[in-house]
């Protein structure tokens, strides 16, 4: 996939695939609804990978997010690109992620973001393990910053101050099937 020609699978509201669009050209201020994902990455003692948005990001530059997001190509199913997207994203191979569960698989949002533009997916919730030995090199086009935190203190720091993370990281985390997948009851 060349950076600038990747495609998103537009859907339908039942979630059908309904046809593709340049990803460069879909998020705008009538974003139609398309398929997508997130992923939490939990750490060896049980600490969650928060990363912050990269300042260049078209939609929500700079706030603090889950620890990838992407979305499947044509064809592609939501595990394969999960496993590219943690390349793409954070430097890892794909043996660098293990036990990779959907938590919540119907999850989907729409959000606005201050320039008016808008984000509208179909986006189920993913967690995975990071392997003993493995390194996160987030690729600064992505990611501006990390920082892994327990899954409570994340809860707690959404509620307290939901402007600096991102909408769907906040609707994500109300759900009590994800927060019990992160260790928080």
Not at 9 to 14: P, T
Not at 57 to 65: A, E, M, S
Not at 67 to 76: F, Q, R
Not at 139 to 153: C, F, G, K, N, Y
Request: proline letters at 8%.
């Amino acid at each position: 996939m060349i950076k600038g020609r990747e495609l998103v699978v537009l859907a339908d509201d039942g979630g059908k695939p309904t046809g593709t669009a340049p990803k460069a050209t879909v998020h705008t201020t009538d974003t139609p609804l398309h398929l997508a994902f997130s992923c939490y990455l939990i750490g060896g003692a049980g600490e969650v990978l928060l990363t912050r948005r990269a300042l260049g990001k078209r939609t929500w530059p700079g706030v603090w997010t889950n620890s990838m997001c992407g979305h499947p190509g044509p064809g592609e199913d939501t595990v394969g690109a999960l496993l590219r997207r943690g390349t793409q994203e954070l430097g890892l191979k794909p043996e660098d992620l293990t036990d990779v569960t959907c938590v919540l698989p119907d999850f989907r949002y729409r959000a606005v973001d201050s320039s008016g533009i808008v984000e509208f997916e179909i986006c189920p919730v993913y967690t995975a393990r990071l392997a003993p030995g493995a390194t996160v090199a987030p690729l600064p086009d992505e990611v501006d910053q990390m920082a892994w935190s327990t899954p409570s203190r994340l809860v707690d720091a959404v509620r307290c101050a939901p402007f600096a993370f991102s909408p769907w990281m906040g609707e994500q985390l109300a759900h009590a099937e994800l927060r019990a997948a992160l260790g928080v009851s």
